[in-house]
Nanobody, 123 residues
Framework: VLLQASGGGLVQAGGSLRLSCAASGLIFSLYRMGWFRQAPGKEREFVATISRTGGSTRYTDSVKGRFTISRDNAKNTVYLEMNSLKPDDTAVYYC?????????????????WGQGTLVTVSS
């Protein structure tokens, strides 16, 4: 299984980025997908998750209204559209896959992880 995240970069506060995560080696439509992030010196934290069909999404409070998670099961890809970025959003962003479960906010529940993509938001 390979999850390949891309789209990170350096952006000014208030700007936007779109992260992508391409999956291979698994039946993508059978997996809930999540985005997590880890800032320097901090633990990995939940950002967003999307159900297998894309019909249900969840976000951490700090990104609600600014970030949107989506998926294209035909392309085996999950996206994270990030708008109105803030310096506090600076982190390495990881995509992850889990067959399913109720604790979708818990990184320990996820089976597969991408390599991460760095997002840096300057003030």
């Amino acid at each position: 299984v390979l999850l390949q995240a891309s789209g990170g970069g350096l952006v000014q506060a208030g700007g936007s980025l779109r992260l992508s995560c391409a999956a291979s080696g698994l039946i993508f439509s059978l997996y809930r997908m999540g985005w997590f992030r880890q800032a320097p010196g901090k633990e990995r934290e939940f950002v967003a998750t999307i159900s297998r069909t894309g019909g249900s999404t969840r976000y951490t409070d700090s990104v609600k209204g600014r970030f949107t998670i989506s998926r294209d099961n035909a392309k085996n890809t999950v996206y994270l559209e990030m708008n109105s970025l803030k310096p506090d959003d600076t982190a390495v962003y990881y995509c992850a896959a889990v067959e399913d479960g109720s604790r979708w906010y818990d990184p320990s529940m996820y089976h597969y992880w991408g390599q991460g993509t760095l997002v840096t938001v300057s003030s």
